[in-house]
């Protein structure tokens, strides 16, 4: 899993969404027409990932998730999130989900994403950032949550 970087495994996700609905014969929850509502989700979800790839660029900090921080990113998406690219991976894999109809099974992978970013990568890297930066990014985990 630590080669798995996690921009892969979102599109791993996209594609499993896809496979289940039309290959399975996933059920559909939500009529043809109201799945366009989706396509939010997915802009702001993207966006939001983008925007603390960006800061992070802007920073000269490593965006590798298995790499070391250079740097300790608090501003920008981070003030209210620690973990915005990740926040906007699930938001738009949930965009996804009501994209394709809303079929359980999509809903069902949007989480088990979070789940394994959750407990996997953001555990990892919180046990490196914290090595790091120590007090510094303790005090930061006071203030922002993990999530939102």
């Known amino acids: 899993m630590k080669k798995l970087l996690p921009p892969v495994l979102f599109l791993i996700f996209i594609i499993l969404m896809a496979v ?8 559909h929850t939500i009529p043809d027409g109201y799945n ?10 993207l966006a939001l990932a983008f925007s603390g790839s960006r800061l992070f660029k802007k920073k000269g900090t490593n965006i590798m998730t298995f790499g070391q921080p250079d740097v300790l990113v608090t501003e920008g998406v981070f003030r209210w999130s620690r973990n915005p690219m990740y926040l906007g991976f699930v938001t738009a894999l949930l965009g996804f989900a009501l994209l394709l109809g809303g079929a359980y099974s999509s809903f069902a992978l949007a989480v088990l994403f979070l789940v394994i970013t959750d407990r996997w990568y953001i555990t990892f890297e ?3 950032m914290r090595k790091k930066f120590g007090p510094a990014y303790d005090a930061y985990c006071q203030k922002v949550r993990r999530w939102i």
Not at 36 to 45: N, Q, T
């Open 36 to 45: 366009l509502l989706a396509i939010p989700f997915i802009a702001g979800g």
């Open 126 to 128: 919180e046990k490196i």
């Open 20 to 27: 289940l609905c039309w290959q399975q014969g996933s059920p």
